[in-house]
C-alpha cells in the first residue's frame, strides 16, 4: 500500500517497502509544534499519512474532547503523555474524601456496636 502523503517525522524502517515508523521523540516532538495551534476545544491535529482507505493522524489536547461520531471510520488512540486536567483531580479528592470519610463512620459504628449488621454504601 502506497503513502499518499507522509510527515517528514517518520522514517523508512528496516521491513517491507511502504513501512513507516514513527520514533517516541518525534511523536513527543509536536506537543511543542501543536500546542500553539490549538482551537476553541483546546485540540489540535496533523495528519501524518494518508492512505486510499485511512489516514493517520497525531493530535494535541489540553482539555476534554468533543464528542464524535463516525460511521465510515475508526480511531484507535496511543497516549503519549497525559495529565488529568485540574478540576478532574480535584473532583477524583472530593470523592476519595468522602469515601474514606464513610469508611471511617462505618467502622466507627461497627465498633461501637459490634453486634449489629454491617452497614453497606
Same mark, same amino acid.
Given at each position: 500500500?502506497? #503513502?499518499?502523503? @507522509?510527515?517528514?517525522?517518520?522514517? @523508512?524502517?528496516?521491513?517491507p517497502a511502504g513501512l513507516i515508523v514513527w520514533k517516541s521523540d518525534d511523536l513527543k516532538s509536536y506537543e511543542k509544534k501543536l500546542a500553539p495551534k490549538m482551537n476553541?476545544?483546546?485540540?489540535?491535529?496533523?495528519?501524518l499519512a494518508? =492512505?486510499?482507505? =485511512?489516514?493517520?493522524?497525531?493530535?494535541?489536547?489540553?482539555?476534554? @474532547?468533543?464528542?464524535?461520531t463516525h460511521v465510515n471510520n475508526s480511531e484507535v488512540f496511543f497516549i503519549v503523555s497525559a495529565k488529568p486536567p485540574k478540576s478532574s483531580a480535584a &473532583? $477524583? #479528592? @472530593?470523592?476519595? &474524601?468522602? $469515601? $474514606?470519610?464513610? =469508611?471511617?463512620?462505618?467502622?466507627?459504628?461497627?465498633?461501637?456496636?459490634?453486634n449489629s449488621a454491617p452497614a453497606m454504601y
Open positions: 500500500m502506497d #503513502s499518499e502523503s @507522509a510527515s517528514s517525522a517518520c522514517s @523508512a524502517g528496516p521491513g476553541e476545544h483546546k485540540s489540535a491535529n496533523e495528519e494518508k =492512505y486510499a482507505s =485511512y489516514r493517520i493522524e497525531i493530535v494535541h489536547r489540553e482539555g476534554d @474532547a468533543e464528542a464524535e &473532583r $477524583l #479528592s @472530593a470523592i476519595r &474524601r468522602s $469515601l $474514606l470519610e464513610k =469508611y471511617t463512620a462505618r467502622r466507627s459504628m461497627e465498633a461501637a456496636e459490634p
